[in-house]
């Protein structure tokens, strides 16, 4: 733990400026000079996680491996990076203040009075330092979620300073802020920063670096205004400017000398060898933006925003560029579906959720897509309506059906497995993280994957009902994934049609930039 340094980056004058890919492009680049890296997101909410978040109040929610739901920036830290998160790299108020209280309640604090400080803060300060117990990482990356003055984020920031001065020298904070464009006035206005830093310093922390996001190129003169009046070195203060791909930030903070200041602040060298690594990046990048042909890919589902499906359109996007497509993505609301949505699509996905609301349009969709052979990829809820929609309009069970939908029907087709039965008669679970599947020989999906055996992500309460698997494949639905401990079906696909295949797992969890998802790949290069 003794070579582990860290960097908290905090955010200032409004939420959604970009922390997480501030953050993932400072890990990518220091993996690109050699470092091993980590990321992680302390988040202020009080909910233990954002498994039970609508998305429109927190956007998706991402899995890691070992079944933790997390916030959708730890979707950036992977992707950006390739490392895999654990349920270590997620923290909330809520978890914070319910391991306090267990430990109260155990009398582990000998009877004395519990206070957000020190017991609410030392308990911040062990979450952040647990991923540099083992010396695995030269860095931690700590993204603090929320705004600078948010009420909730007070004890997050008291843990930090406290960390500056335990942790002397081996620290280093990152403040994010806006630099508005008054339109009337013809103005880029620095006070809003300048209030910002001065509120975070009130707070017993001084930035070292300065991040400020713009949607206008920041003159010279402007950046030493900020640095002078914020107490930050020149070279300290870096421009984020609005580009046209987030993945075009990491070579632009780099072009700035951001990871070079990170490491001359812990007195590291950055080797000009290592930065060979950033070359497979900018190529990356240059294929993005030399793209030409382009596909249209239909994402069929119930929230009508761009982070509820995040890691989906990400896969689909970098899916595009590594097979020299520019995937277009439209928006289908499943609750007002009609076939007419379609027009134009070049194949459609079918989108993962809960709940009753929009499942009839997905089903109509995916009948849509059986009957014209379009290319079809349905993701956990998007699996099995393609397995009701069979059900329905191929077997005959006009009342075909899920548990959770309508429990009465005689055709259950998507039901709980035993084993979930008993476990949701006491409160409900799901099936969250990483879990093995084997492919059938011969099938679509081995060939894609170019293996027998894989392991992907889930998330997720429902399953195949086994009892129908025989009337399935006879009628032409394959089930061609296998879990590998019990059977339950991971993937079905109808092989006679040129691309309809169904994963009960999440693939769009195991993307990255440099690795497209291979199911992703194959789709986008079929359309």
């Known amino acids: 733990m003794s070579g582990t340094f860290f960097i908290f980056v905090t955010g200032g004058v409004v939420s959604s400026l970009g922390k997480g890919i501030i953050s993932s ?10 470092y091993r890296v980590t990321i992680q997101k302390f988040d202020p909410y009080i909910n233990i996680d954002p498994g039970t978040l609508n998305p429109y109040e927190h956007g998706e929610c991402y899995v890691t491996e070992d079944g933790m739901e997390t916030d959708l920036d730890l979707g950036h830290y992977e992707r950006f990076t390739g490392i895999r998160t654990t349920r270590r790299n997620s923290m909330t108020t809520g978890k914070i203040y319910q391991a306090v209280i267990d430990k109260e309640r155990r009398g582990d604090y000998l009877g004395k009075t519990i206070q957000v400080v020190p017991h609410i803060t030392d308990e911040i300060k062990r979450r952040i330092m647990a991923n540099a117990s083992e010396g695995e990482f030269d860095f931690i990356i700590t993204e603090i979620g929320g705004t600078i003055g948010d009420i909730e984020s007070a004890p997050f920031m008291e843990a930090i300073r406290q960390l500056r001065w335990e942790l002397s020298g081996r620290t280093l904070s990152i403040h994010l802020t806006y630099i ?5 006035a013809g103005e880029l206005k620095t006070k809003p920063t300048q209030h910002s830093v001065k509120e975070l310093q009130g707070m017993g922390i001084q930035p070292d670096i ?24 020149k070279d300290c203060v870096i421009q984020s400017e609005d580009l046209p791909s987030i993945y075009e930030v990491p070579l632009n903070m780099h072009r700035q000398g951001l990871d070079a200041r990170i490491l001359e602040k812990f007195g590291l060298k950055q080797e000009p060898e290592h930065l060979q690594a950033l ?49 277009e993505i439209r928006f289908v609301n499943s609750e007002t579906f009609t076939p007419d949505a379609l027009a134009g699509v070049d194949g459609i996905v079918i989108c993962p959720g809960f709940g009753r609301r929009g499942i009839q349009g997905k089903i109509d969709a995916v009948r849509y ?20 929609e069979f059900a329905r309009d191929v077997l005959g069970w006009a009342d075909a059906d899920s548990t959770e939908m309508n429990p009465k029907t005689a055709h ?53 009902n086994n009892a129908c698997r025989a009337d399935f494949e006879a009628a032409g639905m394959r089930c061609t994934g296998l879990n590998t401990e019990n059977d339950l079906v991971e993937i079905v696909e109808i092989p006679t049609l040129r691309w309809f ?18 199911l992703f790949l194959d789709f986008v290069k079929t359309l």
């Open 279 to 327: 070359a497979v990046w900018e190529d990356f990048v240059r294929k993005e933006k030399s793209l030409t042909d382009s596909v249209t890919v239909g994402l069929v589902g119930k929230y009508d925003l761009q982070d509820a499906y995040k890691s989906i359109r990400e896969s689909l996007h970098i899916a595009g560029v590594h097979a020299g497509r520019k995937v």
């Open 501 to 518: 295949i169904g994963t009960q797992f999440h693939p769009e969890y195991a993307t990255t930039v440099l690795q497209p998802h291979p």
């Open 25 to 34: 492009s400072i890990g990518k680049l220091l993996q690109s000079s050699g």
């Open 180 to 184: 508005p464009y008054l339109r009337a």
């Open 412 to 464: 259950n087709v998507i039901d709980l497995m035993e084993e979930q039965k008993k476990i949701t008669a006491m409160g409900g679970t799901m099936r969250l993280g990483t879990y093995g599947c084997d492919l059938s020989e011969g099938s679509r999906v081995r060939n894609i994957y170019g293996c027998a055996h894989i392991t992907e992500r889930h998330r997720h309460r429902y399953e195949f």
């Open 369 to 388: 897509a059986r009957e014209h052979d379009l290319p079809c990829f349905g993701i956990c809820l998007g699996m099995q309506m393609m397995v009701i």
């Open 210 to 233: 300065l991040v400020l996001r713009t949607e206008k190129h920041l003159e010279r003169g402007l950046l030493d205004k900020v640095a002078s009046f914020c107490n930050v070195a």
